[in-house]
């Protein structure tokens, strides 16, 4: 059965942060009548999928300014779930403060470390010292709390009205293609339609053999398949233990899909799909299409 976001309705979408937290807003975006549930970490919004308190998830995996968002590649191959959406909000990061607080006048800035990592430029130019918060809102929330001239937050424009904040700087990012990738998260699988655009995600471990990663991902060059991203971490504990999480454009059902998984699998001690779903329009809108 395909996923389709029209039938989400009120249904409760799980996200990681506090309420106004930029997966807040792509949740909102994307499902403008569900129920969201804010949940303190990554680990707590993919339980609340798997057992039920929520219907869905909304999560960060990748940023075009800090890289990927290294949790979940850790934590989605033992999730139990399946990717069936994806979307791409543009991030606009806002400085924010107490009533009355002055850009000369703060000292230390707190926000996610991916908003830090975005925001380089205006920390470095202003001698502001940066503090790691588990989400922006969060961040924005305990300013607000604190009441204090020297304390700030990056956060979105959303976390300044909630929180009652001052905006400092506006659009602080260090680059106006800021963006973020988010995937949607569901206990079931939902493939898309074979024969749209359609990417599918899936992780592997290669055999402890000479050139496995060179001969596992052939199938995907001689089939004409375009893998978009290939990211590889250490599992286990080990230095020797590697699992890789790749995206590709294509369907499963596609025969050369099936070719280059042929291939893989020859080459692979495990392989996994964790979805198939639409393409973003965002990614044509990318490549000048």
Known sequence: ????????????VAYQGAPAAFSHQAL???????????????????????????????????NTLAGRVADIHQLLPGAH????????????????????????????VHSHQMALAQCRDLLNRNGLTPVV??????????????NDPTVGAIASSLA?????LDTLAANVEDAAHNTTRFIV???????????TPSITTFVFRVRNVPAALYKA???????GINMTKLESYQIGGSFTATQFYADIEGHPNDRSVQFAFEELAFFSTNVTVLGCYPAHPFRKQANGG
């Not at 059965?1 to 409760?12: H, L, R, S, Y």
């Not at 399946?82 to 703060?106: C, D, M, N």
Request: glycine share 10%; net charge negative.
């Open 217 to 223: 991902l052939g199938g995907f060059a001689t089939n």
């Open 185 to 195: 998260l569901s206990r079931k699988r939902h493939d898309a339609p074979q024969g």
């Open 160 to 164: 300044a009205e909630v929180y009652g």
């Open 28 to 62: 909102s975006e994307l499902f403008p009548a569900a129920t969201p549930l804010p949940c303190p970490t990554f680990d707590e919004a993919l339980t609340a999928i798997k057992d039920g308190r929520a219907d869905y998830g909304v999560i960060p995996i990748e």
């Open 133 to 146: 918060h588990d989400d922006t809102a969060g961040a924005a929330r305990d300013v607000a709390k604190w």
């Open 81 to 108: 779930l399946y990717i069936v959406g994806e979307y791409f909000l543009r991030i606009r990061h806002q400085l924010l403060a107490p009533k009355g607080a002055t850009l000369a006048g703060l000292k230390t």
């Open 1 to 12: 059965m395909t996923f389709d976001p029209a039938i989400v309705g009120n249904a409760v």
